[in-house]
């Protein structure tokens, strides 16, 4: 990856601060982009997973919280998640710890509590916000299920990590949004204006390259019950029809079990086998409400049409009847009728691939550049 940002931002001291690195999915290649863009930032984050995670990442130097020492917390058991969740009350307190030395900027990528990291004298801060933290205003069923009990012990915990995500926000300097969907929130929760930048996405590296489409649909997710691949999985199950699925997650094991032998599960696959799947596709499948979501831009750069609800980052993604479909009700009807519109459908390659191109680094850091200077500015 070169570097497009402006001579002078490249020579800013400049700390990064990410939730955690306990994978390789959107969140981290935002991080990615940021590493190679700011060759000689320290990276500040509650967790740490070097086996997982990526080698431009890993080269940096890696500054880990209190949990770190935690037995077993990075690992991963039968192809599930590791239970760091479980400590959310204990991250506002870990990235406080924190003390990291004055610096020209931090870019903090948050979707949970990075941006809680505290900035030091002179040092203005810019929050990369890919959500408000999720799991305190927003999808409660989705990420704790409807038991009573739970519910009773959990909400007063809720509400003090809202409290404590609607402080630390007043000491970002500036917000940026990754999608317009997430721009909304954070005025509705922080109260704070927010530019918009959307998600890189590597266009040098997915291509569409000369395969044909192949005889499958395609799913990328993180398998947990608010990306809704369990209606994706009953809507293929009543067609026969053929569904891959790259990913992992909590639901692995029950959607396997759910499944009929038509939808094949590929796990974590590395980025070339990616790339081949996205070629090979017919289209990318993507059922639920995702802040950006990096999946649907990826699957057009390879040239390939996307069936999406009508939602979240989506509507900043997929461009109806010109890169994909929209379906606008989630249940199996609403998303059949959409599957099929699009098989039907006769997609031109190279549009998808055209629209796609805005979502490319350069255009990235382009953008960035122009938030870090308004930020430096204020």
């Not at 999808?139 to 009990?149: K, L, N, R």
């Not at 395609?218 to 009953?234: E, H, M, T």
Request: positive net charge; aromatic residues 8%; glycine residues 8%.
């Amino acid at each position: 990856m070169g570097n497009s940002l402006p001579p002078k931002l490249q020579e800013l001291d400049v700390i990064l601060s990410h939730d955690w690195i306990l994978g390789n999915r959107g969140a981290e290649r935002l991080l990615e982009v940021l590493c190679t863009t700011f060759e000689n930032a320290p990276v500040y984050t509650l967790l740490h997973d070097p086996s997982v995670s990526s080698p431009l990442i890993n080269r940096h130097p890696i500054k880990t919280s209190l949990l770190q020492r935690v037995p077993g917390i990075t690992t991963r058991r039968n192809g599930k998640e590791p239970f760091h969740r479980y400590l959310l009350p204990l991250f506002p307190f870990a990235i406080e710890r924190f003390r990291p030395p004055e610096a020209d900027l931090v870019i903090s990528s948050s979707h949970c509590v990075a941006k809680g990291i505290r900035a030091r004298g002179r040092t203005k801060h810019l929050c990369y916000c890919h959500t408000p933290m999720r799991y305190a205003w927003l999808f409660y069923e989705e990420y704790f299920g409807t038991s009573p009990v739970k519910r009773a012990v959990l909400t007063p915990i809720l509400a003090a990590l809202r409290r404590w995500d609607r402080t630390s926000s007043q000491r970002v300097h500036r917000f940026a949004a990754n999608s317009r969907c997430v721009r909304d929130r954070i005025r509705r929760f922080y109260g704070r204006d927010a530019d918009v930048i959307f998600g890189p996405v590597d266009t040098d590296r997915l291509t569409p390259g000369g395969r044909e489409s192949g005889d499958y649909d395609l799913v990328v997710s993180g398998l947990a019950p608010l990306k809704k691949i369990d209606l994706a999985v009953s809507v293929y199950n009543r067609s026969g029809a053929k569904l891959k699925i790259v990913g992992v997650g909590t639901q692995m094991d029950y959607l396997r079990r759910l499944a009929e032998p038509n939808v094949e599960f590929l796990g974590w696959v590395d980025d070339d086998t990616l790339v081949d799947v996205y070629r090979g596709c017919r289209m990318l499948v993507f059922p639920g409400v995702e802040d950006f979501g990096l999946a649907p831009p990826e699957a057009q750069a390879c040239g390939k049409p996307v069936v999406a609800y009508a939602q979240g980052g989506a509507l900043d993604t997929v461009e109806e009847g010109v890169t994909g479909v929209f379906f606008h009700t989630q249940n199996t009807g609403s998303l059949s009728e959409a599957i099929e519109k699009c098989a039907a459908t006769r997609w031109s390659r190279d549009t998808i691939r055209a629209r796609a191109e805005r979502f490319g680094i350069d255009q990235f850091r382009r953008r960035l550049a122009v938030s870090i200077e308004k930020c430096l500015a204020q």
